[in-house]
Nanobody
Framework: QVQLVESGGGLVQPGGSLRLSCAAS????????MHWYRQAPGKQRELVAA???????TYADSVKGRFTISRDNAKNTMYLQMNSLKPEDTAVYYC???????WGQGTQVTVSS
């Protein structure tokens, strides 16, 4: 059994920053890649960023250059640093273990003035 718990969401003004965290338990975290997804109201869930077990990263075009995914295997935690936030980044953000149905409960990010 895997548990994923997101935190760090909130309300921020356009241009601001937030750092999301995803704490994992139940498996050897370091050997797995991890994903960040988001879902805005009325839209499909979309992949935002991915990180492999070796630290290789990929990003959706919409966040490239603004978001940074990282991981701390010693803490079994993954992060998403979000800078230069835009109103269109408003969504519930989820972490996921790729290829599985293991998802966190989500954390709300609202970008608004």
């Amino acid at each position: 059994q895997v548990q994923l718990v997101e935190s760090g969401g909130g309300l921020v003004q356009p241009g601001g920053s937030l750092r999301l965290s995803c704490a994992a338990s139940g498996r050897t975290f370091s050997i797995y890649g991890m994903h960040w997804y988001r879902q805005a109201p009325g839209k499909q869930r979309e992949l935002v960023a991915a990180i492999t077990s070796g630290g290789r990263t990929t990003y959706a075009d919409s966040v490239k250059g603004r978001f940074t995914i990282s991981r701390d295997n010693a803490k079994n935690t993954m992060y998403l640093q979000m800078n230069s936030l835009k109103p269109e980044d408003t969504a519930v953000y989820y972490c996921n273990l790729p290829g599985t149905d293991y998802w966190g409960q989500g954390t709300q990010v609202t970008v608004s003035s």
